[in-house]
């Protein structure tokens, strides 16, 4: 019996007689509250266990012998699709060619409603010694050739006339596809490069008149991944009565995004700074669009991860209790209250 005894004196919750009790509305009021804000916290402890954070991890980029994916998606309101041409060159200053390389060219019109589709698989796939970027004196050395070579013959009079009378219409054309280079620093750009430079100068009267203004709707290297932000979607740059040339600068950072459920999903991020050149008269360059990229020796890896099932406990027992523990403490000073304002009623009805 004794021993007995000494358990039931290690119970810390003791129970009070059934006709000892006393429940008032106050108690009723304070419970209900408790009960709401209890449910409430249960909730958001449970919505906070399932959530999913990220940890970020820095390691050697080790990849060697891959493709670099680039999605463009870009409109040019003032160019019609006829006279642009893409181009991507790597560091050794070749061309790359990627037969299995998508790239669409959609016709605008002043409107920006589609009106016209052309599919292009070998945009990559040219000639070096045929126009040089950089240099465009090799336009003039070689001009003999290419006029031999495009004549201003009827078909190219009439590519200059439908150019000129969609350039009158005010004809625009959007590009998207996806290109495919080498794992490489290089640049690629979308330009009027690939005209003759005499025909060029037939349609556009001049480098200064080549309007190169833009919308980047969509520009990244890689399928996306929660939480990415692309710094040029949504870029917007018009040019009113002048021309010249767009560098963007872009420094990219391999990634790897690890699901919760061990999917790995390899894409990239990167960061990007703006360079314009104006176009004078004695320009020799044409306008266009560049975008110089290098990959970062650095690769990130982003990790999914849950919190534990005992944080979560414990997160919900210090939550649960406390709140069990100030509705007790209130439902205490109410009572106190009401009971004292009762008697200092009945005191001065009796007075």
């Given at each position: 019996m004794g021993v007995?005894?000494?358990?039931?004196?290690?119970?810390?919750?003791?129970?009070?007689?059934?006709?000892?009790l006393q429940k008032t509305q106050s108690g009723a009021l304070v419970?209900?509250?408790?009960?709401?804000?209890?449910?409430?916290?249960?909730?958001?402890?449970?919505t906070?266990?399932?959530?999913?954070?990220?940890?970020?991890?820095?390691?050697?980029?080790?990849?060697?012998?891959?493709?670099?994916?680039?999605?463009?998606?870009?409109?040019?309101?003032?160019?019609?699709?006829?006279?642009?041409?893409?181009?991507a060159i790597d560091m050794s200053g070749k061309h790359e060619?990627?037969?299995?390389?998508?790239?669409?060219?959609?016709?605008?019109?002043?409107?920006?409603?589609?009106i016209g589709t052309e599919y292009l698989s070998d945009l990559v796939e040219k000639e070096h010694a045929a126009h040089k970027h950089d240099d465009e004196n090799e336009h003039h050395d070689d001009a003999d050739k290419k006029l031999h070579a495009l004549g201003f013959n009827e078909e190219a009079e009439n590519?200059?006339?439908?150019?000129?009378?969609?350039?009158?219409?005010?004809?625009g054309c959007r590009v998207y596809g996806v290109l495919d280079v080498q794992r490489v620093a290089g640049n690629f750009h979308i330009s009027v490069h690939g005209l003759n430079i005499y025909?060029?100068?037939?349609?556009?009267?001049?480098?200064?008149?080549?309007?190169?203004?833009?919308?980047?709707?969509?520009?990244?290297?890689?399928?996306k991944y929660p939480g990415l932000h692309n710094p040029l979607d949504g870029t917007v740059r018009i040019l009113h009565e002048t021309s010249g040339t767009f560098k963007y600068y872009i420094k990219i950072v391999p990634t790897e995004y690890r699901y919760i459920w061990k999917e790995v999903l390899p894409t990239n991020q990167f960061s990007v700074s703006e360079y314009f050149s104006p176009m004078k008269e004695y320009d020799r360059s044409w306008p266009?669009?560049?975008?110089?990229?290098?990959?970062?020796?650095?690769?990130?890896?982003?990790?999914?991860?849950?919190?534990?099932?005992?944080?979560?406990?414990?997160?919900?027992?210090?939550?649960?209790?406390?709140?069990?523990?100030?509705?007790?403490?209130?439902?205490?000073?109410?009572?106190?209250?009401?009971?004292?304002?009762?008697?200092?009623?009945g005191g001065r009805a009796y007075r």
């Open positions: 007995k005894q000494a358990i039931k004196n290690l119970d810390a919750f003791p129970r009070a007689e059934e006709h000892l419970s209900i509250v408790g009960l709401v804000i209890m449910a409430t916290l249960f909730f958001h402890e449970l906070y266990y399932l959530s999913t954070y990220t940890v970020h991890q820095m390691s050697v980029d080790l990849k060697r012998g891959e493709t670099l994916p680039i999605h463009i998606n870009m409109t040019f309101p003032s160019l019609p699709c006829d006279v642009l041409s893409v181009d060619v990627d037969l299995d390389t998508n790239i669409w060219k959609l016709r605008l019109n002043s409107h920006g409603h589609i590519m200059i006339k439908k150019v000129k009378k969609a350039l009158d219409n005010g004809e025909v060029a100068q037939m349609i556009f009267g001049g480098a200064t008149h080549v309007n190169v203004s833009h919308m980047i709707h969509d520009l990244s290297f890689g399928p266009a669009v560049y975008f110089l990229y290098d990959l970062s020796p650095i690769t990130v890896a982003i990790k999914e991860e849950r919190r534990s099932f005992l944080h979560f406990i414990t997160r919900l027992c210090a939550v649960l209790g406390g709140t069990f523990a100030l509705t007790g403490m209130l439902d205490r000073w109410m009572y106190r209250l009401i009971e004292e304002v009762t008697k200092a009623s």
